[in-house]
């Protein structure tokens, strides 16, 4: 697999951002909102099932699973550095993104 990526984001609105994060394979669309001091956020991509490891610059890591459809539930973390970490069901190389501020 591939771990060529790129990591482009847009803009919508002063407290929201869309990251798209794209290999050779997969394309993972992040919506990133401003919630207090910290961030939110939620993905959509045709992941399948997905162990997805969200990695902060402070040090926090919060582990997710997407479903069957490749939702990915919400979840709050800090405002900084951000990337991810996804391991597809049956595959053993994870995909990583690229560091991004959020």
Not at 47 to 53: P, T
Not at 67 to 79: C, I, Q, T, Y
Request: glycine content about 8%.
């Amino acid at each position: 697999m591939s771990t060529s990526r790129r990591c482009w984001y847009e803009v919508r609105r002063r407290t929201s951002q869309l990251l798209t994060f794209e290999t050779d394979e997969l394309a993972v669309d992040l919506q990133v909102s401003k919630r207090g001091d910290g961030r939110a956020w939620s993905a959509r991509s045709p992941l399948g099932v997905a162990e997805i490891e969200v990695r902060t610059g402070s040090g926090l890591v919060v582990t997710i699973t997407s479903d069957e459809l490749g939702r990915v539930p919400a979840v709050d973390v800090p405002a900084g550095s951000l990337s991810l970490r996804i391991l597809r069901a049956g595959e053993t190389n994870p995909i990583v993104t690229d560091w991004v501020t959020v």
